[in-house]
Nanobody, 115 residues
């Protein structure tokens, strides 16, 4: 059974930091891209950051310079370090993994930034 296990969400004050982790089960092979999306209430799901198997990264303009995505290929794990957080970062964050022609999603983890 394919699983993406997310952790690290929670409540933080504006200006603070959180680190999200997502571990993909070992039965997912040939992972290409990994990343994070988020969805705020009443809004569409949007890309936050993604990273390829070779380490190439893309970020949403709203998080550039504040968030850093990284991955551990040996552990099938992707991380999102979020610094200088803002209330507008409040959303459910979803892990996303692409392996071959398949895309997988985590269950989502709530991130709330208080002002």
């Amino acid at each position: 059974q394919v699983q993406l296990v997310e952790s690290g969400g929670g409540l933080v004050q504006a200006g603070g930091s959180l680190r999200l982790s997502c571990a993909a089960s070992r039965n997912i092979f040939r992972i290409n891209a990994m990343g994070w999306y988020r969805q705020a209430p009443g809004k569409q799901r949007e890309l936050v950051a993604r990273i390829t198997s070779s380490g190439g990264t893309n970020y949403a303009d709203s998080v550039k310079g504040r968030f850093t995505i990284s991955r551990d290929n040996a552990e099938n794990t992707v991380y999102l370090q979020m610094n200088t957080m803002k209330p507008e970062d409040t959303a459910v964050y979803y892990c996303w993994v692409v392996a071959g022609a398949e895309a997988y999603w985590g269950q989502g983890t709530q991130v709330t930034v208080s002002s």
